[in-house]
């Protein structure tokens, strides 16, 4: 496991039971490098969606507690915030919930000379992931040929 996976990890398993005292959802965690800063940042959703005071709320206890426990080594800055309407798809439940729903989908390589794919999730498990396009035609990808997951959304 890599260091960015162990913070990850260790994270999640402090957020968990803080985000459902709240009735919030953990919906990830990633830690990662940009322009020079570290981050650490937890999206969280709830029905209805997450306001500034609930993120205000998650980071204040997990800022606390991350200082409690201080595994991370590296300078970071702590971000908690709602995933937005772009919203990956990475776990189960994730998919779960969007099935029926119009996704995006991109792929590492060209597909029948395109990258970007949108359509209704209409099946996935551990290896695959099915969408139906605008045509009624079906296309099944591979999860490792898959760059992004994540809901469409029209303006």
């Given at each position: 496991m890599t260091k960015k996976e162990i913070y990850e990890q260790k994270t999640e398993e402090i957020l968990n039971p803080m985000v459902e005292k709240h009735g919030f959802e953990?919906?990830?965690?990633?830690?990662?490098?940009?322009?020079?800063?570290?981050?650490l940042r937890a999206y969280i959703d709830k029905p209805g969606g997450i306001t500034v005071d609930d993120c205000e709320v998650i980071s204040r206890e997990l800022s606390d507690k991350l200082d409690e426990k201080d595994f991370v080594e590296?300078?970071?800055?702590?971000?908690?915030?709602?995933?937005?309407?772009?919203?990956?798809?990475?776990?189960?439940?994730?998919?779960?919930?969007?099935?029926?729903?119009?996704v995006e989908v991109r792929t590492y390589r060209a597909v029948n000379r395109q990258k970007e794919f949108t359509g209704i999730l209409k099946?996935?498990?551990?290896?695959?992931?099915?969408?139906?396009?605008?045509?009624?035609?079906?296309m099944t990808f591979a999860r490792t040929d898959i760059a992004l997951v994540r809901l469409a959304f029209d303006f």
């Open positions: 953990l919906v990830d965690v990633e830690y990662v490098k940009e322009g020079g800063n570290w981050y590296e300078a970071y800055i702590l971000e908690v915030s709602s995933p937005g309407l772009g919203r990956p798809l990475k776990k189960e439940k994730d998919f779960a919930r969007s099935l029926g729903e119009e099946a996935y498990d551990k290896d695959s992931i099915t969408i139906e396009l605008e045509n009624e035609e079906k």
